[in-house]
């Protein structure tokens, strides 16, 4: 028989900080958050971005004193974007082995050694004139298309390129058809079995990557990325995308943004064995920092109870811009 009120009382366990410590059901840990930094050409430059207030473009000799924080304050992983210095057709800065991100990696691994986990997100759209996240056909009678199996042996390239200079994890975010696989063969064949993918498994086309564009220097010079991101309409084609992968070999799975899926990110935890990471992107970043600046939101907060909510819902990794201000408070 189910105990009724006045017998059964739910506030009972929620009187004290402590009871309340005591029997909390999700934590955040240290080893849970792995940060953003964006690397850009130059020497001593921190230039913030103007829609992200506290997240900068590094120089390559900045990132590495800011790695140095982050692995201070007991972050355990950073995942690196590039701005080249200059961009082209193919994107071929992105695979360069004095390519930005090559270099930042090289310089991370001298500086810090094995305190960080060096991931690197692997796509082309930094790197690109047009800003797509792969090479375009424009020969064709209508809107240009961005060719998917072409595509792949550049993204297979920048990988290895990614490896060889200390990437300890390889993040491609391109959703592009077979590419986990093209990668995961190109590093096997360079003898990089042991480097691990974790694959932007179920990425939507989000209006919530706009300022990250800005960061990254990124927008699409036309068209959209609708024609190979998700529609976040759909919840089942999530399971379909994240089993296409795992067969192909990802060892970690990633749904993104993180928010507006919670629903995707419970039911890949309950689908797939596999570790489950979180993007908590750019714009759900961008909107916790615009309300608080107004006064209208308490940040810290905010920030708390929305990775918490990422974790709850069954992500075991979380990509934050807000991993310093979390390590502060864990
Ligand atoms: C690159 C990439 C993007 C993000 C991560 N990797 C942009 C995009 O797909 O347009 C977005 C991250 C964020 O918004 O914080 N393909």
Redesign the pocket.
Known sequence: MNSQFPERRMRRLRMTPRLRDLVRETRLALDDLIC?LFVCPGQGVRREIASMPGVFNFSVDQAVEECRALADLGIPAVILFGIPEAKDEQGSGAWAGEGIVQRALRAIREALGERLVLIA?T?L?EYTSHGH?GLIDHAGAGAPQILNDPTLELLARTAVSQARAGADIIAP??MFDGRVGAIRRALDADGFHHTPIMSYAVKYASV??G???DAAD?PPAFGD?KSH?MDPANAREALEEARLDADEGADILLVKPALTQLDTIASLRRAFPHPLAA?H???EYAMIKAAAARGWLDEAGAVWEATLAIKRAGADLIITYFAKDLAARI
């Open positions: 953003p997100d796509c759209c996240c975010s391109d919530f990557y300022p990250f564009r990124s990325r991101q993007y992107v750019s714009g």
